[in-house]
T-cell receptor
């Protein structure tokens, strides 16, 4: 197993455009998490899935953000009408149920011009 | 979420032990204590976690105070590759409440050759 993968690794977009990121978790992990990290800060929780069900969403996740995990495997995070404040590293993690470690991907760095 | 308090930064010399403290005076009985670290330009990496008893793994040891209001991450012999931001995080157990990690500012560990 190669761990959690994220694509693309970098994305530069203009304000107002839509972007979509993909996360492929470790294959047997049924939990998948999205976090956002800005420069100099720790990661902030955005949302998480157990299988295909989205169980919790942060208040940080505005209506412009949507996440899916259609078959309980990979997940996508879409940001509509991007703003400069959306520029950040978007991290995905996966884990098994319960108090188990979360394994993080390398992140997707988004720059909104 | 119960909060943790960590020193902003610590320094160590290579091949010496490092003790990274964390205070969590409002911890609840079902909160697990997790430690993650983040190397520059990488996603966070799981280090260790525990509930009540001290824990050891190949990376580190976790010493948990008897009243669970504090804990210490112990790196037995620091190497230059251990230079990172170390995060102490509490996360509740059970059902859908367990999942998200709330990262604080962490402790920046500098290791001198």
């Amino acid at each position: 197993d190669t761990g959690v993968s994220q694509n693309p690794r970098h994305k530069i977009t203009k304000r107002g455009q839509n972007v979509t990121f993909r996360c492929d978790p470790i294959s047997e992990h049924n939990r998948l998490y999205w976090y956002r990290q800005t420069l100099g800060q720790g990661p902030e929780f955005l949302t998480y899935f157990q299988n295909e069900a989205q169980l919790e969403k942060s208040r940080l996740l505005s209506d412009r953000f949507s996440a899916e995990r259609p078959k309980g495997s990979f997940s996508t995070l879409e940001i509509q009408r991007t703003e400069q404040g959306d520029s950040a590293m978007y991290l995905c993690a996966s884990s098994l149920d319960g108090p188990r470690p979360q394994y993080f991907g390398p992140g997707t760095r988004l720059t909104v011009l | 979420d119960a909060k943790t308090t960590q020193p902003n930064s610590m320094e160590s010399n290579e091949e010496e032990p490092v003790h990274l403290p964390c205070n969590h005076s409002t911890i609840s009985g079902t909160d697990y204590i997790h430690w993650y670290r983040q190397l520059p330009s990488q996603g966070p990496e799981y280090v260790i976690h525990g509930l009540t008893s001290n824990v050891n793994n190949r990376m580190a040891s976790l010493a948990i105070a008897e009243d669970r209001k504090s804990s210490t991450l112990i790196l037995h012999r620091a190497t230059l590759r251990d230079a990172a931001v170390y995060y102490c995080i509490l996360s509740g157990a059970g059902g859908t409440s367990y999942g998200k990690l709330t990262f604080g500012q962490g402790t920046i560990l500098t290791v001198h050759p």
